[in-house]
Structures are given as C-alpha cells and as structure tokens.
C-alpha cells in the first residue's frame, strides 16, 4: 500500500510531521513502513511552459521547433515527442534540471538548432509508464489549460509529496485504505478524523424504478449496493485526482473509471461501475456460474467460469465476475451516459477461488480476500455518488437498491486490565489502557475488574482477549516491557544422547579431514534413487518447480558428487567432504516418507600433500575405509564391523564393499565407476554412505576399563602364501578365531603379489601378539597356540607358510 | 725405573694432546691406563724391588697414573664437547620450511551459527527437538492456527506432496508435535532444522533454508520474559553491548507478534551499510503463544502460556560474516567452507 501523505493529511492532522518521523512511528507502532519515496526525487526547474509556435526542423523528420513561454521568457526547444503541438501547456525542464535518473539538462543544438530545455513526458519525471494515462503514454504529458508558464510544474503533478510505502502483514488488512491508514494515525499522535465528505442533490427519480436486483448465493455476497447515476459526461478526471490515483499506483482512465478506483484506495471499498444501457434488461441478479458458462472480461480475455465463481448477471447472462473484474460487454466507454455503481460484500473465500482459478489479481479482489468492512459498502457508493455529480457532472436518482442480510455487528471482547499486565509483565494502569482504547477509537467501557470492548468492524482482526493485549502494548511502546527471564522450576537443559553422538561423529569427522557440506534434498527423479542403500518408492512433487528439484533424495551421494565437480572444475586438488541429511524413502503408516538420517562422504584428489619430504598421496579406497573405520572405533562398534565386496550400479564393480555391523548391511563404501567419473569430469573420487541412525543408535556394550597388562607380550610374524583371490580379512577370521584367549592382537604388516611370486598367488604377512595379563607367558605356550593357528590357516585356507 | 715411569708420563700426555677426537683418545687410554697398559706393567714389576723402595715408587706410579687420567679426562670433555658441537651444527635445519601439515575440515558455516544457538539455550535450561521434514498439512498449518483458506498461507507457498503432506515450510511443527507429546506439561525447546518454500534460488532467496525457533510454555510465561530471553542471546551472539527493541508483527501462531532487531554490531547505531543507515538489524520474530495453538494441543490456555521465537540461520551468518549471497550455503565450495575453520573470541 502506497500512501500519499499529503492527501492522508486531508483526513487526519499528522502534526506537520516529517515523512520519515510519520514513518518511524507508524513502523514501531505496528505497521512496518518498507520505503520512504520522495516523489520530487529532487527535482528543479521543472516549470509549466505554453507552446506558442511548433514547427517542423527542416533537417530532421521527427523533430519539431518549439518557442515555449516558460513565463519569464519565451524560449526555443526542440522536441521530438510525435504529439506535440502548438497551443498546449506542457511540463518544461529548464536548462540546470536534474530529472530522475541523474539526467541534466543544458542548452544543446539539436541538427544546428539551439534548444533550451527539453518538454517532458511523465515517464521523464519518474512516473512509471504503467500508470501514465493511454492518451500520454507514447509522449510529452499535456498539463490543462488553467496551468500558468512559469509556474513550478511539480505540486500541479502531485510530484511536491512523499509516499510511504507500507509492508502490510495480513491482519492489518484495515489499512489498505486511507481512511484506515488515518485511524492508524490518529491513534499514534491522538487526532481525530476527518471523514471525506458525500453529499449531493438527489434527482426526482428513484434508482428502483431504474434497476431490480435479486442474489441468489447470499452465503457469497450477503450485502449489494447499486446506485444509478445519469447523464455523466465521461472526460478526463481532474489533474489532482489522476495524480493521487497515479501516486497509490492505479493509471487514469475516464473519470468514472478514476471515481471507482479513487473510493476504492479512500475507504477500502471495491466499487465497479457498469453502463446502465449495456446492460440492457434493468435487472441485476448475483448468482453462482454455471459450469462452462462465458464471460469476456475487461481485459479482453475469454474466460470460461466454474460452478463456485460468483458473477453478476443481467438476468441472463454474466456482466462481472464478482468482485475480480468486469466484462467487457458493460464496460463503461467514452459514450456512456448512465451508470450503475455497485458497492458489495462479497466474502473472502469467494473470491479467492475465483482469483486464483482465473490467476488474475486485483486491488479490490486482495480487498475481498482479507475482508472489506461491512459498515463501508453503503459509505463508498454514497461517496462514489457525490463525486460522479461533482466530477461527471452526473444526475444522481434517488435512493439506492439494496440486498442486505450482512452482520454488521462488531465483536465484543471483555478483557481484565490484571490479564493484560500479566501476559505483558506490565503494570500498565487502567487509565493509560482505556485512554489507549480512546485513541484507537474503540467502543469500551470498564466495569467490576473487566474491560468491555467493541472493536469497530473495520478492524476485523480484533477478536479475543489476546488482540487487545497487542493494541494496549503496542500503542504504550514495546520498548516499555521490561526485561525478565521465565520463573519456572529449574531444570538441566542438554542435547539427547543421539544429538551429543552425531556432534561427536561430525567433529571426528573434521578431524580427519572432511568439511562438511549442506546440499539440496529435492533432486530429480533420475538422481533420487542412485546409490540408495535400500530399494524404496519415491517421494515426489506434486507441483515441482523444475525437474531439477521434483523429488526427494534417497541418498546423499549425488548431491555430494556435484559438488567435487563444483569444486574440481575450479582447480581444487582436494576436495573432502562429508554430509549428515536425511533420505526420504517409501511411505509410514501416517502417510510420510520414513525419514532416515544418513552420513556421507566423498574424497577426490590428493590426500597426502607433503611434497618436499617426499610424501605425496592419492585418495584411495583405503583412506575413506581408514575414516569408517575409526569412526566405528568411535561409536564402539568396531568389533563387529566388516565388510563385504559388492557390485552397485554407478560403483567400480571391483572396488566396492558393503559395510556392515555384525552382519547387517549399514552402509556402502566404493570408488565411483570410471564411466561415472568420466562423465563427471572427475579423477579417482571415493564414497561411502551409512545409515547414521541406525549406526548411532545400535546398542553398545558400557564402557569398561580392562586392566592394562603388566606382563611383556611376545610378539611373533608369519609370512603365508595364499591364492590371490583369497581375503585378507578372511585369513585375519581365521586366525582370531583360532588363535585362543592368548592372542590378543592381529596386525597385517605386508601384502605382496607379483613378479616373485607364482602366478595366482599372494604373499600375507600378519604380526600376532599374545599375552596374557596376570603372568609371563612360557615359550611352550607360545608356540602351542601359534601352531594352533598355522594349522587352521593351513586346512581353511590352504595357506603355505613361506620360508 | 723411575726414569722409565717419567718417560712413560711424558709419552703419555704427548698422546692425549695428539688425540683430536674421542675414539683416539680412549685409545690412548687403553693403551697406556688400561689392564695390560705400560703403567699397569710396572705396577706389576714393583714385586722385583727391595720391600722399602715398594711403597715410594708405588706412591709414584700413582701420582703419575692420576696425573694422566686428569689430563686425560679434561682432554676428553673437551673432545666431547666439541664431538656433540659438530653434531648439534651437523644436525641443524631451516626451521622456516613448512611443517608436515594437519588437514582438518570444519562445520558448515550454518552448523556452527546452529550450534552456538543450540548450545546457548542449552545453557538456559532447553532441550532440542527435532521433527521430520515432509509433514503433515495438519502440523505444519492447521495447528498453528492457519486453518485451510487462511491468507497467511499465501505468505509461504509450499511445496506440496499430496493434498494433505507437504515439505515442512518452518520448523513451528515440531513445536506443534512437543506440545501435543507434552500431554499439557510446560516445555522448554529448541528447534533448529531444514525448511523448504517455492521461491526462486537467487542472492536472497533459497528453496531450501535453516531455521531455528524456541518455544517455552509454563505457567504464567510473560512477554517480559520473551523480552529477557531475546536480549540474553542478541548479547551472546552478536556482543556484550547490542541493544534490542521490539516491533509489532503478524504471525498466525503468536498473539501479541513482534519482531526483534538488534543495535547495528557494525556501527553501534550510528548508520552503516548492514544496517541500511538505520542503527538497527531485523534479526528474528517472536510472540506470545496464540490460545488457538495451546488449544488445540490440549494445552489450558487460561493456565498456561508460553512465547515462541524464529529466525533464520542463513540470516544470521550472512550478517555475522558479511556473506552477500545465500547460494553459498549451498554450493559448498571449498574455498567458501575453508574459512570458517578457525575460532571466534
Ligand atoms: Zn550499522
């Protein structure tokens, strides 16, 4: 809502207040003010100038020769707007103006001629080209003729003002009139109104014997005003009511058009005007559109109605879709001569369906929408009346013809003073709350401990005990609360077990190298379900914005993958990252996806970067193991871990594993297909995902200290020969398996395979520790359970112990 | 034979003062103080002479035998030092070469606005609840008193699912969620967690975003005490001396609404570039519970009241660290990530 604060002036005495102080204390008291637009923009020199001589430039077509009266002189300006003509009163800026924009004007010569100045449109002076009148549109602004040269150009254009543009939250739906927007300032510097004056001289004949209205969907418009005004002469409307209609944002039509809108920013109130004639059949009827029916609207546009749009019809046929705009078969045109004003009540959620199925919005269908004040339907047409006689010369019948079956009662709240000061922690006394009230203009009395409130209809969001608690702290200044914290019984606050354990996952996480990365959860429906760990329907959109992000992951892997190529296309030689997200996957009971959070990582490039010590190292497989692995230690889970080769899509066939926590499959860890890679611009890029909540939340044994030995462990190697297909991690099974309560470590010191060896075979080395905490261990004892151990290796896995 | 013992010294310490490093010099010893060295022979030799001349020329051979183990001795430190000197120079390095380094990631810059939110309230006694993402039409609406056909709903279209599931559009549902869950017992709760909203990713605008709200319910919960809170966390997170002041605001969930902005941390208030040259900064909105929402969750709103506060953790990092774009969150590049690696005072 833009506000004129010249014209709010006219309807309540804003203390001669600067805009900007005005705007200030409107925002701190309830309605935030987002701009303050100069409409002068700093303009000078911008004068009324009267074309005395226009004639064509002999060395340019488009050109014209002006000698302009700018009032202390007459002066030579070359114009090249294609309506310029001899005879009219123009807006001159004088050479030293600066217009909007930073243009300055100089004397110049234009193709050899001398031109002082330059004769402006109104787009040149900062008024946006959608709310230039038509005729003005494509030129120079023509001013009438009572403008006097010389004079400054800028109040006969409304331009002297300052606007504030309010931000309006959808309660404050009062204040979209300026009428609303007084009250509000009235009830901050405690003024009084100054209603805008209806009164006009009644023809002899009545509107009823002119027109019959019936509604027949009284649930949608419960309250219809028509007035008939005849003999209107349609012209252009006064320069100061097009430049206020111009300043709220509407353009200037004809001035019945400009009377409808102007009532329409003054009280609120949506009014359409129809011609009488067009209409034909005398009769209006309200009723609900037949499935199918037509109609063309204002716009020219076609519009094929439903059986919940409300229109107005002639009896036959619809001549208005109500209260979103009107049909172009009742529009009023230069040739009118009667008119209908029609000022309604139609409810919000009519219209709402209405605008959206025809996506077409409105100042007034946004009015509908929020709820116009019932007590205003009547107010605005009188209003409408009185200025057709005065601006349209028109003859108003008498009476008007009217359905009414609205409740136009205001909603009574009874609140105690005690109530208000303990939601607030005030102790506001009652004669500041009930003066509050007074300023507010709400009806109120007090009486045994309560306040009895009726709170004026136009402001509909007053209605419990609670509203009226924001008006008193609202208008008594919220910088007057004081500052307490909540008395309550104490109690620790804290993060829950899962909370603290995903922190310490994310920490270790960083500590290994990993930044973490947030990504998108919608993806597209290609992407959604790759490298899932589990096979579950989608979740999709029903409306999607793009394909793009049309449907929820189901694994965090892509997202991650875009960003080392992000991150790789612009020459990072590590990229490390991590994410903890959720995966939407299939459908609970309730109807939602199961919600499950996931942990991913993605590792690319070098890993190791420490050249001039000579030590240098690519991401491997190994490396994002190595981070699982410690992560498991982490969570105490890493006795049970292990994992397993695998084949999915997307993953390098023979370096992918599944990973798993005491044979349940938890997650999956793997280098990314070279095909993938390929496409992806990217060099070998590791990736592993886990279910993280399974893994924080699968139960782990207490931590409990074992004694630390005080005994010497002995220590012994053994290199083994084994096919080369055979595991590591099988040949390690084995030997924890089999190597009694005395082993206590297992270590993998070397692998080799290659040229020395026997083709099909590898060579394993493992360093065995054993020990036992209460005493020194025999060598006998050694040796029986290192022979125990050989010979299970030997018959399990065929291993030969190498020389 | 004393004439022998003279010779043998002098030899001796000739040898010691030749030896130019440790090697040398125990050869010396050895050689002439060890086991089967000269002065040990003629120890050996003294059972030849007459029994008076035994202890004199003893006494002699010991004077002689302590006099080269001193020399000796001082001659070794010396070569000692010396040996550890040319070890020490040998072993030197240029300290200004660049160490082994330690690479470490970091939080997510939002992570770590999150947690020092999360750890704050946690310090004031509040827990964190956390909700599902895709919700109910019925939580993340209806029972925030925006019943279908509300206008509000127009402020933040959604993405929907179906008619009745939706990607959450705040995190208010999971309040909705504790309080029915509470079964009418007084709360106090973070929520911080992803929200979604059809608006076009540009500078400003994200389809996905963070955000973080509080929600306290106990008997007699005033706005004075909304008030203590909001001041308590614009000091903690944004400095000792901000200043907050309260403006009215509309949401569909609280009754009074406000929002909070904090005294500019730039320019204490004087006018600058971050607070558009009004002293202030909108950080967060906040109200007093509406009855409808504690109605609904089973909550005596005549008994019971509360106040809720919400902002966004996108906000509050691009204002902390001057990110001009919040696309950034979301791109995760590593040059943007790395520089939230160090520690804040
Ligand atoms: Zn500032």
Not at chain 1, 39 to 65: F, Q, W
Not at chain 1, 172 to 200: N, Q
Not at chain 1, 306 to 322: C, D, Q, R, Y
Request: glycine share 8%; charged share 25%; aromatic share 6%.
């Amino acid at each position: 809502m833009l506000v004129s604060t010249k014209w709010l002036a006219e309807y309540v005495n804003t203390h001669g207040l600067d805009p900007k102080e005005l705007g200030e204390k409107i925002t701190r008291s309830g309605i935030e003010v987002d701009a303050v637009i100069d409409r002068s923009h700093g303009m000078t020199n911008v004068v009324v100038g009267y074309v005395k001589e226009c004639m064509k430039h002999p060395e340019a077509d488009k050109l014209n020769i002006c000698q302009v009266d700018v009032g202390e002189e007459t002066t030579q300006i070359i114009c090249g707007a294609p309506n310029v003509a001899a005879g009219q009163k123009v807006i001159v800026a004088r050479p030293g103006a600066v217009l909007p924009g930073g243009i300055k004007i100089k004397k110049a010569k234009l193709r050899g001629e001398e031109s002082n100045g330059m004769i402006c449109s109104l787009q040149e002076l900062g008024i946006e080209g959608r709310l230039v009148p038509k005729a003005y549109a494509e030129g120079i602004y023509v001013l009438p003729e009572t403008a006097t040269p010389g004079e400054s150009a800028l109040p006969l254009l409304g331009l002297d003002d300052t606007l504030l543009e309010l931000g309006l939250t959808p309660n404050r739906s009062d204040a979209l009139s300026m009428l609303g927007v007084a009250y509000e300032v009235g009830a901050i510097l405690s003024e009084d109104m100054k209603y805008p004056e209806a009164t006009y001289t009644e023809s002899s004949e009545k509107a009823s014997d002119y027109l019959s209205l019936r509604i027949d969907a009284i649930e949608a418009n419960p309250m219809y005003v028509a007035k008939v005004v005849k003999n209107v002469q349609i012209k252009e409307s006064p320069l100061w009511l097009q430049h206020r209609l111009m300043a709220a944002g509407v353009r200037p039509h004809n001035n019945v058009v400009d009377i409808t809108n102007y009532v329409l920013m003054e009280y609120g109130q949506p009014l359409h005007a129809f011609d009488y004639d067009r209409l034909e059949t005398k009769e209006l009827v309200i009723r609900l559109a037949n499935d199918g029916e037509k109609i063309v609207t204002l716009d020219d546009q076609e519009r094929t109605l439903k059986s919940n749009h409300l229109v107005i019809t002639n009896g036959k046929e619809p001549v208005a879709i109500a209260g979103v705009m009107g049909g172009a078969n009742s529009e009023v045109h230069d040739g009118t001569t009667t008119v209908v004003i029609e000022s309604a009540y139609f409810t919000g959620g009519s219209v709402r369906q209405t605008s959206k199925d025809h996506n077409l919005r409105s100042d007034a269908s946004a009015r509908f929408e929020k709820g116009v004040d019932p007590n205003r339907v009547i107010l605005a047409a009188e209003r409408a009346a009185s200025l057709l006689a005065e601006l349209a010369d028109g003859e108003v019948l008498a009476g008007s013809v009217v359905v009414d079956e609205l409740d136009k009662v205001p909603a009574e709240v009874v609140v105690s003073p005690d109530f208000i000061n303990n939601r607030l922690g005030m102790k506001i006394s009652l004669e500041d709350m009930t003066s509050i009230l007074t300023r507010l203009k709400f009806d109120h009395q007090a009486a045994n401990g309560y306040l009895y409130i009726k709170a004026p209809t136009r402001r509909q969001d007053i209605k419990i005990p609670e509203d009226i608690v924001e008006e008193i702290a609202r208008m008594y200044g919220y910088d007057e609360i004081p500052m307490t914290l909540p008395v309550e019984e104490s109690k620790p606050g804290g993060l829950s077990s899962y909370q603290a354990r995903r922190r310490q996952v994310r920490a270790y996480l960083e500590g290994a190298g990993l930044y973490q990365a947030i990504t998108y959860s919608l993806t597209s429906k290609e992407m959604s379900q790759k490298f899932a760990l589990e096979t579950a329907p989608v979740t999709e959109l029903l409306m999607p914005m793009s394909e793009e992000r049309s449907t929820l992951r189901q694994s965090l892997i892509p997202h991650l993958l875009d960003a080392v190529t992000y991150n790789t296309a612009r020459q990072a030689d590590t990229v490390a990252l991590y994410e903890v997200g959720s995966v939407f996957l299939g459908e609970t009971e309730s109807g939602l996806p199961h919600e499950q959070e996931h942990l991913a990582a993605v590792i690319a490039g070098k890993w190791l970067d420490h050249s001039w010590q000579g030590e240098k190292k690519a991401v491997d497989f190994f490396v994002l193991k190595g981070i699982v692995e410690g992560l498991m230690e982490l969570l105490g889970h890493s006795k049970e871990l292990t994992f397993e080769r695998t084949v999915v899509d997307g993953l390098h066939p023979g370096r992918t594993a599944s990973i798993k926590l005491a044979g349940e499959e938890i997650g999956l860890i793997g280098q990314l297909h070279p095909s993938e890679q390929k496409m992806r611009d990217l060099k070998e890029t590791y990736v592993v995902e886990l279910n993280l909540a399974k893994v924080i939340n699968k139960e782990v044994e207490a931590l409990y200290y074992a004694p630390v030995s005080k005994f010497p462990s002995i220590t012994r190697d053994i290199a083994l020969v084994v096919d080369s297909e055979k595991a590591t991690g099988e040949l390690q099974a084995i030997i924890q398996l089999s190597g009694g309560r005395l082993l206590k470590g297992v270590h993998l010191f070397d692998l080799y395979e290659g040229e020395k060896m026997e083709a099909g075979k590898k060579s394993v080395a493992f360093s065995l520790t054993y020990f036992d905490p209460e005493r020194t261990l025999t060598d006998e004892e050694v040796v029986n359970a290192h022979n125990k151990v050989l010979k299970a290796l030997a018959e399990q896995a065929g291993a030969e112990l190498r020389g | 034979m004393e004439a022998q013992l003279q010779q043998l010294k002098e030899e001796a310490l000739q040898k010691i003062e030749a030896s130019m490093n440790v090697k040398e010099l125990n050869d010396v010893r050895v050689a002439y103080l060890g086991k089967k060295g000269p002065i040990t022979d003629l120890l050996k030799g003294m059972g030849k002479l007459p029994a008076e001349e035994r202890p004199k020329m003893g006494a002699l051979v010991n004077v002689v035998r302590e006099e080269v183990t001193e020399v000796l001795e001082a001659r070794m430190t010396l070569l000692q030092d010396q040996a550890i000197q040319e070890q020490l120079e040998k072993e030197s390095i240029d300290v200004t070469l660049p160490g082994r380094p330690v690479k470490t990631g970091n939080h997510h810059p939002l992570t770590r606005v999150v947690e020092e939110i999360e750890d704050l309230f946690i310090s004031m006694g509040y827990e964190i609840a956390e909700g599902p993402e895709v919700e109910k039409d019925y939580y993340n609406f209806e029972a925030l008193n925006l019943p279908k056909g509300h206008p509000a709903r127009d402020m933040q279209d959604s993405f929907y699912i179906s008619e009745d599931i939706l990607l959450r559009t705040h995190t208010s549902p999971v309040q909705a969620r504790t309080m029915e869950a509470k079964e009418g017992k007084p709360i106090k709760i973070i929520c911080p967690g992803k929200v979604y909203r059809r608006d076009n990713d540009d500078a400003t605008h994200s389809h996905q975003f963070t955000q973080i709200e509080g929600l306290v319910i106990g008997e007699n919960i005033r706005m004075s005490d909304l008030k203590g809170t909001l001041s308590v966390f614009a000091k903690k997170m944004f400095g000792e001396d901000r200043e907050i002041r309260l403006r009215p605001s509309f949401f569909p969930f609280t009754e009074p609404s406000v929002e909070m902005d904090i005294s500019c941390f730039k320019c204490g208030g004087s006018g600058c570039n971050v607070c558009k040259k009004t002293g202030w900064i909108e950080i967060l909105g906040a109200g007093m519970v509406h009855p409808n929402v504690l109605e609904m969750a089973g909550y005596d709103s005549k008994k019971l009241s509360g106040f809720a506060f919400g902002m966004g953790p996108e906000r509050i990092a691009m204002l902390k660290y001057g990110v001009e774009d919040i696309r950034h969150f979301y791109t995760n590049d590593v040059r943007f990530l790395s520089q939230f690696h160090r520690t804040e005072v």
